[in-house]
Structures are given as C-alpha cells and as structure tokens.
C-alpha cells in the first residue's frame, strides 16, 4: 500500500492517465490484501464456533469505518468550500452554491 500512496503522490496536472489508472491498481491490489488480513487473523485467533460472529463483526466495523471516513471528510472538505464560495458570490443562493459541489444540475 505504500507503494500505491507514494505513487499517488507523485501525479500532477500533467499525469498521463494510463500511470493515474495503474496506480490506482497498485494501491487497490495492496489495499485489498491489507482489508483481508483481518479476516484470517479472526478465524485464526477465535474457535471454529466462533468464527461466524468474528467475520460479522469485522464485516460491520469495515462498513462503520468507511461510513465515519466519508463523513468526516465531508466535514473536513466540503463544508469549508461551501462557506468560501457563500463569501465570493455573497448573492448566490446557498442552494445553487451545494448543487454546484455535488455536481447535480442546477437549471
């Protein structure tokens, strides 16, 4: 996975998409393999009886990370942009400026 972020680093402007799409199956791949290995150490460290519940639980907590990452990042990024544009265009309705970021048609 580091060999995917430190790759990611590098892309600019002028980035050819084929590196941008091969990067982002290298760091994909090492992800992938990272976000399995709970899943071994679970049915290795737990009984056989067990073992349903601890890949329940490990299924769950992957979901909730995602869900918390997405929603913080929302709060981090997208918030922030709202209220700086709202000071540029101080006449723009705030609706119009939240349809702009999420990209949705606004005629």
């Known amino acids: 996975m580091l060999t995917g972020s430190a790759?990611?680093?590098t892309v600019n402007p002028e980035t050819s998409a084929a590196r941008?799409?091969?990067?982002?199956?290298i760091?994909?791949?090492m992800f992938g393999c990272i976000q399995q290995t709970g899943h071994a150490v679970a049915q290795a460290a737990h009984p056989l009886?067990?073992?349903f519940?601890?890949?329940?639980l490990i299924n769950f907590a992957q979901i909730i990370s995602v869900v918390c990452a997405l929603s913080i990042s929302n709060a981090v990024f997208l918030n922030p942009c709202q209220n700086g544009i709202l000071n540029i265009l101080p006449n723009m309705p705030f609706e119009t400026i939240q349809q702009a970021i999420s990209g949705s048609d606004s005629s």
Not at 20 to 25: E, F, L, S, V
């Open 7 to 9: 790759l990611m680093y």
């Open 20 to 25: 941008i799409y091969a990067y982002t199956i």
């Open 27 to 29: 760091f994909g791949f």
């Open 49 to 51: 009886e067990k073992t």
């Open 53 to 56: 519940v601890t890949i329940g």
